[in-house]
């Protein structure tokens, strides 16, 4: 039997160091996931009460009136985001692909340049563009005026993952199936972005989660609306325009609808974003690297 | 299919690769390539189904006839080329978001639709000829193709190519990274798939090429210095270069 035996010295440095070491992954790790576990311990702390069945299948009431809820501005925000997510994850994708299969021209580094500043531009001027592009043209609002606000704000991170993440496919895979005679946009789509999509879905869903919370670019798009509406040609209610409107009026009893939404609304995205993992995750095969 | 090579030259970028390789590689039979490190090896592979100029800045110039098709002519379509001449890597490169089913039947599936009775038969064919089967049968569809030990994928990565059914089939060091056990298992499989395919295969290890080869051609700094029966270059090649390299004294 062969045991290594190291002298004490050398032994107990290690010992510590590596207890050391351990120890300040733990703490970077609980620093880092203690804001979140703050934001929502607080919410259900402040909002959990007020949210019940009715509040959840109820459109708002006027002040005065008891009881009322965010029934109608959760079927909105689901509205606006399939809206924008029609527009942002098609074009957020097709771009990315575009950046890393053929970015090395001037056209490339210009949309590179594009997305990236896109990425820095104020949700509250996204709103601004959009009201001035869409919702002055038609001469109304709209819950399309608001998809396409958001969908904007999906792109630039959409594209820029997308095309990090098939950088990342070995070129060996993708000299694989050329060598089969796959064509070349076959080659793209069937086996480079598949073996990509576990890095294109977070990427996705990053934005998503990003642009589902946003009330800025919704002020002058969605509008908001205090009834339920499903034409994508009206002033749609939508979450977080409802929150902001509950937590900005004087009553206590909006005050704690607004916590409540708050609630319902982080719950709806993580969610959401579980949601399409598990969905994503059960094409992916066992023994993945 | 035999091919024919004739003034065969390619770059990368400025560098010159190849110069004026001329070669006729016969039919059913199995053609060795080897050479020192860098002498163009297996660009010279890479030119015969057209995935040198898959590189951004490659150039090639010159002829090539597989079977009776130009593969260089005007409108050859290179992924038809690939079609007809396969290729298997030097690393193993099994697409790893596939099973193993999906990774042997993704040349006919990408290019066109077949019934899922044709593909059952072409994987279990691909997999026998690649002497692969029996210890994948039972988790064909439930492990991915990156699961499997480098030896397994290798054999993994000719079945592949074979379920296309090609004529040629390239092979560029298929063996380096690869166990002697499972090196033996792929060089036996050259045996079998002699007779009903035309196989070129590049090698670094000499006693490799002089075990499966029937003709080996020797290159050195992108030129081909002797090309011959395999027993000849090994014992009476006619060049002394040629006597260098494979015995060894060369640097």
Do not use: K, Q, R, V
């Given at each position: 039997m062969l045991k290594s035996q190291p002298t004490r010295n050398v032994a107990w440095t290690r010992v510590l160091a590596d207890r050391a070491a351990t120890g300040a992954a733990w703490l970077a790790a609980l620093l880092v996931i203690s804001p979140l576990i703050a934001i929502f311990g607080y919410l259900v702390v402040r909002g959990a009460s007020a949210v019940n069945w009715a509040f959840l299948t109820h459109a708002p009431r006027p002040v005065g009136e008891a009881g009322g809820g965010i029934g109608n501005a959760i079927v909105g925000s689901a509205l606006i985001l399939g809206i924008s997510s029609l527009l942002g994850v098609p074009l957020g994708i097709g771009a990315g692909v575009y950046l890393a299969e053929y970015g090395r021209g001037r056209l490339a580094t210009l949309v590179r340049f594009t997305a990236d500043v896109l990425n820095g531009v104020p949700s509250i001027v996204m709103g601004i563009a959009v009201y001035a592009l869409v919702v002055l043209q038609q001469k109304h609002f709209s819950a399309f005026a608001g998809g396409i606000a958001l969908g904007i704000m999906m792109i630039p991170t959409i594209a820029r993952t997308t095309e990090e993440m098939l950088l990342m496919v070995p070129r060996p895979v993708r000299e694989a199936a050329l060598g089969l005679g796959v064509s070349e946009w076959r080659t793209v789509l069937s086996v480079s972005l598949r073996t990509a999509l576990p890095g294109v879905i977070t990427g996705v869903m990053l934005a998503f989660a990003r642009i589902a919370g946003e009330a800025a670019p919704l002020l002058f798009t969605a509008f908001g609306n205090q009834f339920w509406n499903l034409n994508v040609n009206q002033p749609t209610a939508a979450l977080p325009l409802q929150i902001y409107n509950y937590a900005l009026s004087p009553y206590d009893e909006w005050h704690q609808q607004a916590w409540a939404g708050a609630l319902v609304l982080i719950v709806l995205i993580v969610g959401t974003v579980c949601l399409v993992r598990l969905i994503a995750g059960r094409g992916v095969m066992k023994g993945t690297a | 299919m035999n091919i024919s090579v004739r003034e065969l030259n390619a770059w990368f970028g400025r560098t010159q690769a190849l110069y004026d390789i001329s070669m006729e590689i016969p039919a059913n039979q199995v053609t060795a390539i080897i050479g020192p490190?860098?002498?163009g090896k297996s660009t010279f592979v890479r030119c015969l189904n057209r995935m040198?100029?898959?590189?951004?800045?490659t150039r090639v110039e010159g002829y090539v006839e597989v079977g009776s098709i130009?593969?260089?002519?005007?409108?050859?379509s290179p992924v038809e080329v690939r079609r007809r001449v396969g290729m298997v890597f030097q690393k193993p490169n099994?697409?790893?978001?596939?099973s193993i089913y999906d990774n042997v039947a993704a040349g006919l599936k990408l290019n066109g639709s077949y019934s899922r009775r044709e593909l059952d038969q072409v994987v279990e064919h691909a997999l026998r000829m690649a002497a692969l089967w029996d210890e994948v049968k039972d988790q064909l569809k439930k492990q991915s193709g990156a699961s499997l030990s480098g030896g397994q994928q290798q054999r993994l990565c000719i079945a592949r190519a074979l379920a296309v059914q090609p004529e040629v089939l390239l092979m560029?060091?298929?063996?380096?990274?690869?166990?002697p056990i499972s090196t033996a298992k792929v060089e036996e499989l050259l045996f079998q798939l002699r007779s009903q395919y035309t196989i070129v295969i590049v090698t670094h290890n000499m006693q490799q090429a002089a075990r499966v080869a029937d003709s080996t051609g020797f290159f050195l700094l992108g030129k081909l210095i002797e090309y011959d029966k395999t027993e000849r270059i090994f014992?009476?090649?006619?060049?002394k270069r040629t006597e260098d390299y494979v015995t060894g004294r060369f640097g």
């Open positions: - | 490190s860098g002498c040198h100029e898959t590189l951004p800045g130009e593969i260089y002519g005007n409108g050859t099994p697409f790893p978001a596939m560029d060091e298929p063996a380096s990274a690869l166990d014992t009476t090649p006619a060049d």
